[in-house]
């Protein structure tokens, strides 16, 4: 994006929305129809927010002096809704279609060359193919200058990483249920032939719907990606020493051949996943990621119910069967692991998704907001706007300024009868209330 030098003005926060592209001069001069007169960029900027014409983000962005960014091919963004070593995710809506997507723009290094980008596209091709409600929808791929990007179904919910660190440990048939969706989507996408290879609570969306909280799997086939140029065609042609994967979730055979696994491979991953969401940390906690990868191959997890002992004996083998350091020792396939799963939990259990945890700050990205919370209350607006210049100077066009001087004449020239009516009913009530006192006084004299 495109620094300029900030300006705590109101004319210069309307040449950025300008700039920016999210508004054009005669939306921003209906917008500003009737606004008090003001020179404070931020009261503008809260009342373009509280209409409904810009977010908070956008805001932010454009008080900030960014005006690049906002627009990407037919997709408006709206707010950042994370961020990571990949890149950035943003909440959209397509411009034409007025339907919300998630937008997740890669970190520029990881399709600098032809190879990346090639690998890119590969990948989301593959991706695309994936059609299950328990695997997020990859829609489009693109790329904006050398920007690429991948568009994604948008998911109101939140990860299972953020409803532990919100919550603590879920309880256990809810786990069991999280656990058992996501054995369902992951069993649909190996028989398509593809591996997730980054499975962990941060990749598993859980969405609310009329039967329920269901569970996304987010980034299929981004994870080769992150390796750049070092894979083509599921084999190494360049040296590299990414490990593909997260430290704490990762299996051993994928520490050592990353690109040569299989779906146990996830279910290593989803086992440690499951650990996490019943105790609250993963299997192999502390120590750095070497220290990490090395326990995975060579530990044994701690026993879960000596960290919960309320965890059934039937659902505590099922988590250490999946953490088996040898594949033919786990779950073959994803979907026998799901029918276990499903036997534990049972129709009659009683489960339901914990409340969506507040978002937390951050100075340098929107966030979504809590109910009732103040959309500015973090950079200080002004609660009342001055009376001082009116902030639609810097319009160009012939017919927006001729538009807003007649509004300003208008306003300048209206009178105010019913003001006036009351002002002279008060002065004769005064008038006359004189005349009775000077009565009054009179008839009281004592005679001369």
């Given amino acids: 994006m495109i620094e300029q030098s900030t300006r705590a003005d109101a004319l210069g926060f309307i040449e950025n929305v300008f700039a920016s592209g999210l508004m054009d001069r005669e939306e921003l ?32 962005k454009l008080l900030s002096g960014r005006t690049d960014g906002f627009l990407l091919g037919q997709y408006r963004v709206l707010e950042e809704l994370g961020r990571g070593g990949m890149g950035r995710v943003y909440k959209a809506v397509h411009q034409a279609m007025g339907r919300f997507v998630a937008l997740k723009l890669l970190a520029p290094d990881l399709t600098k060359t032809d190879k990346a980008r090639e690998l890119f596209e590969r990948e ?42 919100e919550h603590g440990a879920l309880p256990i048939e809810q786990a ?61 042609t360049g040296v590299s020493n990414t490990v593909l994967g997260t430290p704490d979730y990762v299996s051993p055979e994928q520490a050592k051949n990353q690109y040569n696994v299989d779906g146990r491979s996830d279910l290593y991953s989803l086992g440690c996943t499951f650990y996490y969401l019943l105790t609250g940390e993963p299997p192999f906690s502390g120590g750095t990621a070497i220290e990490k990868i090395v326990r995975h191959g ?21 988590v250490h069967k999946l953490l088996e350091k040898n594949p033919t020792s786990r779950y073959q396939k994803a979907g026998e692991l799901a029918t276990d799963l499903a036997a534990v939990v049972g129709k009659k259990a009683d489960w339901s998704a914990p409340a969506r945890p507040a978002p937390k700050r951050r100075a340098d990205a929107g966030v979504s907001l809590s109910a009732g919370e103040d959309p500015f209350d973090d950079i200080e607006l002004e609660e009342q706007p001055s009376s001082n210049t009116l902030p639609t100077a810097m319009m160009s066009t012939k017919e927006t300024q001729q538009r807003l001087f007649e509004l300003r004449k208008r306003r300048q020239e209206q009178v105010n009868w019913p003001w006036i009516l009351v002002s002279i009913l008060l002065a004769a009530g005064v008038v006359a209330g004189v005349g009775l006192a000077v009565r009054y006084f009179i008839n009281q004299a004592p005679l001369q």
């Fill in 29 to 60: 001069a209906s917008a500003l129809d009737g606004f008090p007169e003001t020179d404070r960029a931020k009261v503008v900027a809260r009342h373009l927010v509280e209409t409904g014409r810009l977010t908070k983000f956008q805001a932010e």
């Fill in 124 to 165: 989301v091709k593959a991706a695309a193919r994936l059609n299950h409600p328990n695997i997020v929808t990859a829609y489009d791929a693109n790329h904006a200058g050398d920007r690429f990007f991948l568009v994604m179904e948008y998911v109101d919910g939140p990860n299972l990483s953020q409803l532990v660190k």
């Fill in 176 to 236: 069991c249920e999280y656990i058992r969706q996501s054995a369902v989507g992951l069993d649909y996408a190996h028989e398509m032939g593809l591996i997730h290879r980054d499975v962990k609570p941060s990749n598993l969306l859980v969405q609310q719907t009329t039967t329920g909280p269901q569970i996304k799997i987010l980034d299929f086939g981004l994870a080769l990606v992150t390796a750049g140029e070092g894979v083509v065609g599921e084999a190494r």
């Fill in 298 to 318: 060579t530990d044994s997890p701690v026993a879960i119910q000596s960290k919960r002992g309320s965890i059934p004996d039937a659902v505590a083998q099922i």
